[in-house]
């Protein structure tokens, strides 16, 4: 059995306390959205709860339900700045389940017809491009 204890210093609670940096596209009470630094497409930006969450299993449905409004914002604001034909929406819980980092988090891929998603590298993005991504996304707000 998995240790389900939240980590108060897992790498999205350090960015929700402005302790490590971040490329921020939108905040608001419950929620913050970044820019993935290991983009599986242009515009891959995740959106985290502000409540200390470890995943679905214990978030409260507040905090959940304000998760999934800001993804359904973000997904058609990804959606017109990249011109997508749809979007990927991808949310693990637990190891088996693939998730790595234990802080709830939500990714919202903008896809266009006929290109593959991108492979999950572990290479950084150049943070130029990060930024010109999220003042598309920013702008599409």
């Known amino acids: 059995m998995t240790d389900r204890t939240y980590d108060p ?9 402005r302790e490590i ?8 009470e ?22 200390p969450a470890r995943n679905i299993f214990d978030i409260g449905l507040d905090d959940l339900a ?7 914002k973000l997904a058609h604001a990804v959606t017109s700045a990249f011109g997508a ?4 929406i991808q949310q693990f819980n637990e190891p ?12 919202v891929i903008p896809r266009i017809a006929g290109e ?4 999950h590298t572990g290479r950084m993005e150049d943070q130029d ?5 999220a003042e598309k996304i920013i702008a599409a707000l």
């Open 85 to 88: 034909d749809g979007v990927t």
């Open 129 to 133: 491009v990060l930024s010109a991504n």
């Open 21 to 28: 940096p971040s490329t921020k596209l939108y905040e608001d």
């Open 96 to 107: 088996a389940g693939g998730q790595v980092v234990f802080h709830l988090h939500v990714h």
């Open 66 to 72: 304000a998760v999934m409004a800001t993804t359904q």
């Open 30 to 51: 419950k929620t913050i959205v970044i820019m993935d630094i290991m983009p599986r497409a242009n515009g891959h930006c995740l959106v985290l709860p502000k409540a």
């Open 116 to 119: 593959r998603l991108g492979p």
């Open 9 to 17: 210093d897992n790498i999205f609670a350090k960015i929700l306390r």
